[in-house]
């Protein structure tokens, strides 16, 4: 089955300890994306990455670090993380032939709450 | 400037009746594309129906349909006999140009409560 892997699904951590929230996809896509959701603000772009080794930020990656080593695996790092960042993660990964036609796969997200 | 502004934070609408969510686009790339996902209460995101700024025609799938006016830079998701199933958050998205570097711009999504 075609599919954006998150884990965990639930994390609850104290300010400072690091930690990094895995995404895996089985699609071949190139494009992967991490977004944060928080109420009012809809989704916002941490980090996304256009093919292996190729990162780039989006509009919040402050906190947020990433890597793409291999083309199914984007982590999300948190090296020290904060209250702020206690949110609801996705990973996302569309292919370039048919982003236009079927979207985003999201990931099943995961929250994250830090104390 | 946001690129993707929805303006109902919630609606609510008779079951079996059509509703209508709204969402405004803001960019002058003249390629773009259009989405629509569908956020439960169990917190995935679910695609429903996209539209290209070329597409001559409205999308539609299925129960969904999105009302593309260009001019007006509007793309309202229409849902026709709502079910109860259909209560959830929605949000619209935007991607600009062809391919670029293939981001989602999302707004602050429409809480849809469908009233038996």
């Known amino acids: 089955e075609a599919q954006v892997t998150q884990n965990p699904r639930y994390l609850i951590t104290v300010t400072g300890k690091k930690l990094t929230v895995t995404c895996s996809q089985n699609?071949?896509?190139?494009?992967m994306s991490w977004y944060r959701q928080d109420p009012g603000l809809g989704l916002r772009q941490i980090y996304y990455?256009?093919?292996?080794?190729?990162?780039d930020k989006g509009d919040v990656p402050e906190g947020y670090k990433v890597s793409r080593k291999e083309k199914r695996n984007f982590p999300l790092i948190l090296e020290s993380p904060s209250p702020n960042q206690t949110s609801l993660y996705f990973c996302a990964s569309s292919s370039y032939r048919q982003g236009a036609l079927s979207g985003y796969t999201f990931g099943s997200g995961t929250r994250l709450t830090v104390v | 400037a946001q690129k993707i502004t929805q303006t109902q934070p919630g609606m609510f609408v008779q079951e079996k009746e059509a509703v209508t969510l709204d969402c405004t686009y803001d960019t002058s790339d003249p390629s773009y594309g259009l989405f629509w996902y569908k956020q439960p209460s169990s917190g995935e995101m679910i695609f429903l129906i996209y539209q290209g700024s070329y597409d001559q025609q409205n999308a539609t799938e299925g129960r969904y349909s999105l009302n593309f006016q260009k001019a007006r830079k509007s793309a309202n998701l229409v849902i026709s006999a709502s079910q109860l199933g259909d209560s959830a958050m929605y949000f619209c998205?935007?991607?600009?140009?062809?391919?670029?570097?293939?981001?989602?711009?999302f707004g602050t999504g429409t809480r849809l409560t469908v009233i038996p």
């Open positions: 990455s256009m093919n292996v080794e190729v990162t």
């Open positions: 699609m071949n896509h190139e494009y």
């Open positions: 998205a935007m991607r600009e140009g062809q391919t670029g570097a293939n981001n989602l711009f």
